[in-house]
């Protein structure tokens, strides 16, 4: 079955700092979606990445930057030179598309925290 | 433009009350979803809409909970009658679901519905 995991529960950082969340994920699919939400405090997720099955490329998008390793079956996301802004709760994803399913499984999310 | 709507954000309710809540989904988006987040199970997808039809209700988590579309620009889930074990955050999101297949596409969520069961 599909599961993800993102391990760190909570992560606790001073401003300026680097942090990376991890995710990883299980599927027997050979395509499939990879997302990443961000939750703030006001409680809507809020996209941030989709990345294919087929793209191990990492991306970089300001400050946050993505690194997808198959080999691992891992989908990291770090947060370079933190700020107050970023705290929040972040989920990562996994498309699961069979014969009687088609939906995101997300995981348990990492709370960050970041203190100025 | 609007993103996608919820009402409301807070409900304080007895057990054994009806309880509906409400979403309004981004304009154009054909796809509708109804998840449940609790700190005990995480987000959980409830049930989803393709053009007002309900696709897929597994999720839903027994006959006290339904969800109905209307029509493309509303959505609601109704609780009767309502559990302490109902308390939750609900989230509404959309999707335009351009891609296939539904789950690589990017769905937009709602602020939220925090329900209280006391």
């Known amino acids: 079955a599909q599961k993800v995991t993102q391990a760190q529960t909570e992560i606790s950082v001073v401003e300026k700092e680097d942090v990376t969340l991890d995710c990883v994920y299980e599927?027997?699919?050979?395509?499939?979606?990879l997302f990443w939400y961000k939750q703030p405090p006001s409680g809507e997720l809020v996209f941030l990445i989709r990345?294919?099955?087929?793209?191990?490329q990492n991306e970089i998008s300001g400050r946050y930057s993505w690194n997808f390793q198959k080999s691992t079956s891992s989908f990291n996301f770090t947060i370079t030179a933190s700020q107050v802004v970023d705290s929040a709760v972040y989920f990562c994803a996994l498309s699961e598309a069979t014969f009687n399913t088609d939906k995101l499984i997300f995981g348990t999310g990492t709370r960050l925290q970041v203190f100025p | 433009d609007a993103g996608v709507i919820q009402s409301p954000r807070h409900e304080v309710t007895e057990m054994g009350q009806e309880v509906t809540l409400r979403c309004k989904p981004i304009s154009g988006h054909d796809y509708l979803f109804w998840y449940r987040q609790t700190m005990m199970r995480g987000l959980e997808l409830l049930i989803y809409?393709?053009?007002?039809?309900?696709?897929?209700d597994s999720g839903m988590p027994e006959d006290r909970f339904s969800a109905k579309m209307p029509n493309a620009s509303f959505s609601t889930l109704k609780i009767q009658p309502s559990e302490p074990r109902d308390s939750a955050v609900y989230f509404c999101a959309s999707s335009a679901g351009q891609a296939f297949p539904l789950s690589y596409n990017e769905q937009f969520f709602g602020p939220g519905t925090r329900l209280t069961v006391l």
């Open positions: 599927t027997r699919d050979t395509t499939y979606y």
């Open positions: 990345r294919n099955s087929f793209d191990e």
């Open positions: 809409f393709n053009n007002n039809v309900p696709i897929d």
